[in-house]
């Protein structure tokens, strides 16, 4: 282990005053030169200058880690957009954002969605995918995805798909779960 117990603390007090959540902690002892990155996220994402905020916060505390003839190279970066889906924070973080889906063996629903409202009570989220020429609205259990990666645009989301991230107040007109229009 390169980081202490108390330093450990400290990194979570650390990211959690700036407002970020600590993902994880990764330690590699195995080269010459120890490498410890710390990976955070928010709610509102994470830019640059949170990354470049937090390094400055903790970088004499990496000073100490090592010794004259240790090395530490010391990160502080996001999860990143090619990071998978795996806790409901992360789903209510991708909202109107399109993914990619595997289900577990057995379950089935759509491949590509835009991510709707999540329901961390019922471990549901609600997708909103293309079928054929209209659009279909699941509700899929986070227990049945194997796999959730955002996929990259470079164009806005579809306003019609926009519209149906959210139950409708008044449910008689559009697209009903699981049914195309």
């Known amino acids: 282990m ?3 117990e108390p330093d ?3 990194i979570r007090r650390t990211v959690a005053d700036r407002g970020l959540e600590l993902e994880e902690l990764r330690e590699d002892s195995r080269a010459a030169d120890w490498h410890v990155t710390v990976v ?3 709610d509102s994402g994470v830019t640059l200058d949170d990354l470049a905020r937090l390094s400055t916060d903790l970088d ?3 000073e100490q880690w090592g010794g004259p003839d240790r090395a530490v190279t010391f990160e502080v970066t996001s999860r990143g957009v ?3 889906l795996e806790e409901p924070r992360h789903w209510r973080r991708a909202r109107g954002r399109q993914v990619d889906v595997t289900y577990v063996d057995g379950v089935e629903g759509p491949s590509r969605g835009r991510v709707g409202d999540l329901d961390e009570e019922t471990g549901t989220v609600r997708l909103v995918s293309r079928s054929g020429r209209g659009m279909r609205v699941d509700s899929v259990t986070l227990d049945a995805v194997a796999r959730a ?4 645009e470079f164009r806005p989301a579809p306003e019609d798909e926009l519209a149906l991230l ?4 008044n449910p008689g007109r559009g697209v009903r779960e ?3 229009s």
Do not use: F, N, T, Y
């Open 166 to 169: 959210s139950e409708p107040e």
């Open 40 to 42: 955070v996220d928010g």
């Open 8 to 10: 450990r603390a400290h």
């Open 149 to 152: 990666v955002i996929r990259v």
């Open 178 to 180: 699981g049914e195309d």
């Open 82 to 84: 090619d990071a998978p």
């Open 2 to 4: 390169i980081v202490p």
């Open 60 to 62: 004499a505390l990496a």
